[in-house]
């Protein structure tokens, strides 16, 4: 009898009766089935509203990114639980890092963007605030709140861990319980995936559902609060963009759907640079990785017509030495596709692009991948095809067959190769292999409207790429068109997606304390207490320190040129200083920044602990011979996070308005200094 996979639904796994069996994609053997129990979709979104949510909020943005750090780790110190289910998705100890590790790393990499870039709290201020009214008592900007509401995320059978993982992770630090649903195929990794999580004790309950088997009714039940992700074809794609209720709520619908991604090769590549082989080697890659069931595999390979024999030569050699088989066996460097019905799939698809196209390579009679006990597995031999008319030829830029397959594309000047490159009508990614920069800067911009990502790999960028196919946390990824139209990933907008943008006008103390973050004109607390004597806790966001004045005289100008060595004639040569914009000699920049630090510093040991940088640094206006100045300084922007010194002594941190004033009022310079300030205990 098989495994009953179970979904986990308000905090209980459900399912005990056996539904559809799911098979080994190496032998055809049962691995499990899904559960015939109808779910309650009512209850699972109100556990999401009701339980998840007031937990996640209970948290903010640093606090969730820490508990993403925790499950990072604790899923990397439980992956061979994973790898060992793994394999029989047809997935190779290399396909299965992809997925696996890289589904850790996914949450690591968050985890680390959102305490870097996040603030405490569980509100993001996209300033700066700006003044819309002339005597500074109006003003506005935008925040950046959580949408309060449920993220429900379709993925697809490719990436059963990776797919949940990389969706949950920007959600989950938005603060939006999440109800995953992935393909039926694999789910019975991601269901392992799910067990594993709840072990760990990490995360509120509510905070992760899961879902084998269809979705029910479950998007009748969203609202305008809630969103919607999915990555799959793009068939299912176009109809659940139109589901009745997600239309008339407006719920956000992300798609990641087929793409048709190209590389082409420059005509400056001969077969003797360096390049030739790692186009040849970016292509062959595709093609075999994940058994080339990855929506960002290269499906056509664009290259100039002189040079179509060599690479299909040099690409026939190497696909010819990828052992196909078993991927618990070592030598193993391709495994199967995911299922019997994917391998049905691709066989179709394949011979409609054969309408119109050569075999180049490809066993089909015969074709024997080695194991013991793999005859029923989903196994396809690489499959290389050749379009000598690319640009008559629309199935090679239509269908895609989600496996192992290419189809190299001839064609005749550089516009010709752009012209077949946006044929793909959207793509997630593309790849530039040229050695010429002036080749990058005129295919880049002509290419990048169709396309998500594109990659210009020569031989010093190969030294370090991560390759063609990979998505990376910090790039977005996501094509226009037929890609999906989505965009997910990129760093700190992915969670930004999953948050509300609501522009927010009003005086600027108002803004300032909506905000917390203070703006020019806001109230402002002035005590005898200097700021920088204050801890953490104790400082408030409007503690300002208006500072004695100092004139500027030559011998500081003749000084500070002494001391730095800046001898520049604005500064130095009084003739050519007459004739400058400025008709006279003024003092150096970076002394009227000295010279504010030298005025608003409390000299003495205390809370703040060190300057560790400027930020949107302008010299406003010049500072002469005999100006005199003075600086204000007003705690700005406060960021704790959780960070202790090697004494276990808490620290955060303190942005700091600065703004230089001459003896008529008027700004001479402006910044924001950043401090690390030590808590009370
Ligand atoms: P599908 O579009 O059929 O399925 C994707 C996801 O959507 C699965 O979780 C599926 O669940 C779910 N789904 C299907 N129909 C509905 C529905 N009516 N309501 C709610 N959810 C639904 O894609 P497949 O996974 O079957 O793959 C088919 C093709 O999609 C591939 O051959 C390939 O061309 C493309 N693909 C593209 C990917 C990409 O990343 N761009 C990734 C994977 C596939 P269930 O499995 O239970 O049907």
């Known amino acids: 009898m098989t495994t009953v996979l179970q979904s986990y639904i308000a905090g209980r796994w459900v399912g005990r009766e056996a539904a559809q069996t799911l098979n080994s994609a190496i032998n055809g053997q049962p691995v499990a089935s899904t559960h015939a129990e109808a779910l309650d979709f009512g209850e699972a979104v109100s556990h999401a509203r009701k339980v998840g949510l007031p937990a996640l909020l209970a948290m903010d943005f640093q606090q969730r990114a820490e508990r993403l750090k925790a499950l990072g780790k604790y899923l990397a110190q439980n992956k061979e639980k994973l790898y060992a289910i793994s394999a029989h998705t047809g997935a190779t100890r290399a396909d299965g890092w992809i997925d696996i590790e890289g589904g850790a790393g996914t949450l690591m990499a968050y985890a680390s963007m959102g305490s870097n870039e996040l603030p405490s709290g569980n509100l993001v201020h996209e300033g700066p605030a700006m003044a819309l009214g002339r005597k500074g008592g109006f003003a506005g900007t935008h925040i950046l709140v959580p949408r309060r509401g449920v993220a429900v995320h379709i993925n697809a059978f490719n990436f059963p861990v990776w797919g949940l993982l990389e969706k ?103 077969p003797d640079d360096e390049e030739f082989d790692l186009f040849v080697k970016e292509v062959a890659r595709e093609m075999t990785t994940k058994a080339g069931q990855k929506c960002t595999a290269i499906r056509r390979a664009i290259v100039p017509r002189s040079h179509v024999d060599a690479v299909a030569t040099k690409l026939r050699e190497r696909l010819a030495r990828t052992v196909i088989g078993d991927p618990s066996r070592e030598d193993v460097r391709m495994g199967a596709l995911a299922s019997r019905a994917q391998f049905e799939d691709v066989s179709e698809r394949v011979a409609t692009l054969m309408q119109g196209a050569e075999l180049l390579y490809g066993e089909r009679d015969g074709f024997a991948p080695v194991g013991d006990g793999v005859a029923n597995g989903a196994f396809f031999s690489p499959t290389l095809l050749l379009s000598r008319k690319p640009l008559e030829h629309d199935a090679v830029h239509d269908v895609e067959a989600f496996g192992p397959v290419s189809t190299l594309m001839a064609y005749d000047g550089l516009d010709e190769a752009i012209a077949l490159a946006a044929r793909g009508r959207g793509s997630l990614v593309g790849t530039l292999v040229t050695r010429d920069p002036k080749t990058a800067a005129r295919v880049i911009p002509a290419v990048a409207a169709l396309h998500g990502r594109f990659l210009v790999l020569d031989r010093e960028a190969a030294v370090e790429s991560t390759g063609h196919g990979s998505p990376l946390p910090q790039l977005k990824h996501g094509g226009p068109g037929r890609a999906g139209g989505g965009e ?153 996070r959780n960070k202790k010194d090697a004494k276990g002594v808490g620290q955060g941190v303190v942005a700091w308005d600065v703004e230089v004033t001459n003896q008529l009022d008027e700004v001479v310079a402006s910044y924001d200094i950043l401090t690390l300030v030590s808590k009370r205990s």
């Open 168 to 270: 949950f992770a920007p959600s989950f630090l938005a603060g939006m319980p999440c109800i995953g649903k992935p393909a039926t195929a694999t789910s019975y990794l991601t269901e392992a995936l799910v067990r594993l999580i709840n072990e760990s004790g990490l995360l509120p309950e509510g905070a992760l559902q899961l879902v084998i088997g269809g979705t029910g009714d479950l998007l009748d039940r969203l609202d305008g609060s809630d969103f919607v992700t999915f990555t799959g074809s793009a068939d299912t794609a176009a109809k659940l963009r139109v589901h009745p209720n997600l239309v008339r709520q407006s719920i956000p619908f992300n798609a990641e759907a087929d793409s048709l991604n190209c590389a082409i090769l420059a005509p400056d590549v001969t």
């Open 488 to 640: 997910e990933l990129g760093g700190i907008r992915a969670v930004k997606h999953y948050l509300q943008r609501t522009a927010v006008q009003g005086s600027p103390t108002m803004i300032a304390a909506i905000t917390g973050e203070y703006m020019r004109g806001a109230t402002l607390n002035e005590s005898e207490l200097h700021p920088f004597r204050k801890h953490f806790e104790d400082l408030q966001i409007g503690d300002s320190l208006l500072t004695h004045r100092r004139t500027v005289g030559e011998a500081d100008i003749v000084a500070f040129g002494g001391i730095s060595g800046d001898y520049f004639y604005m500064h130095f040569d009084e003739v050519a200083a007459k004739e400058s914009p400025f008709g006279k000699r003024i003092a150096h920049g970076y002394f009227v920044l000295s010279a504010a630090a030298g005025l608003f510093v409390s000299p003495a040991p205390g809370p703040v602990l060190a300057n560790y940088g400027l930020d949107t640094l302008r010299f406003v206006k010049p500072v002469g011979i005999g100006d005199t100045i003075r600086a204000r300084l007003t705690a700005k922007r406060k960021i704790d």
